[in-house]
């Protein structure tokens, strides 16, 4: 089956950038996407892309994806404590998502 | 907006309890599915549903049973809660045409 991996922690100083680098194995998904999960809170949706393209930007989120390394990753700039939070990267697999472990990030001052 | 709503957001059940997850979505949404997160393993699948009285298992379905009468509410049932069913459990829900799911704000169950 899928398997989406990603490291469990991240650490950056505030005004920083983050990049959370996602791994997957099967290239078949339509929709790649980025959740974000505060703590205590259920999952945000907070970026995706379609798996025709290389890189998608929504103000601070920038979204790239290398289909020939099954690499997927999220940069935000200027990263801010209200940045700190899990997220996760999901694939698409006929109509459901596979999800991976999730990247703790720490924003320190 | 959409909006996916959870019936408690902490819960505190005995070993042997039946233990009932509600899970409501206002969008009209055709699939819902349950999860538990917990850490290091990320979400992991636990059922999910195409339509009204239509179950499908996920990844890991034993101990658990689930129940959707309606369109809008989707129930995970645990029909004796055990310790080790001890997590956060996610609800979310997606239209039949986008696989964009939508979350609930998840119940912490603790089972003593």
Not at chain 1, 14 to 23: A, K, M, Y
Not at chain 1, 44 to 59: A, E, G
Not at chain 2, 50 to 70: F, L, Q, T, W
Request: net charge negative; hydrophobic share 30%.
């Amino acid at each position: 089956g899928e398997d989406v991996e990603q490291s469990l922690f991240l650490s950056v100083r505030e005004g920083d950038s983050s990049v959370i680098n996602c791994t997957y194995t099967d290239s078949s998904s339509t929709y790649l996407y980025w959740y974000k999960q505060e703590p205590g809170a259920g999952l945000q949706l907070l970026t995706y892309i379609f798996s025709n393209m290389d890189m998608k930007q929504d103000q601070r989120l920038t979204v790239l994806l290398n289909k020939k390394d099954k690499h997927l990753s999220l940069r935000i700039a200027d990263t801010q404590t209200g940045d700190s939070a899990i997220y996760f990267c999901a694939l698409g697999n006929t109509d459901k998502l596979i999800f991976g472990t999730g990247t703790r990030l720490q924003v320190f001052p | 907006d959409v909006k996916v709503t959870q019936s408690s957001r902490y819960l505190v059940k005995r070993t042997g309890e039946k233990v009932f997850l509600e899970c409501v979505q206002d969008m009209d949404h055709e699939n819902m599915f349950w999860y538990r997160q917990d850490p290091g393993l990320g979400l992991r699948l636990i059922y999910f549903s195409y339509d009204v009285k239509m179950k499908e298992k996920g990844d890991i379905p034993e101990g658990y049973s689930v129940s959707r009468e309606k369109k809008e509410r989707f129930s995970l049932i645990l029909e004796s809660a055990s310790t080790n069913q001890t997590s956060m459990y996610l609800c979310a829900s997606s239209s039949e045409y986008r696989e964009t799911q939508y979350f609930g704000p998840g119940t912490r169950l603790l089972v003593l």
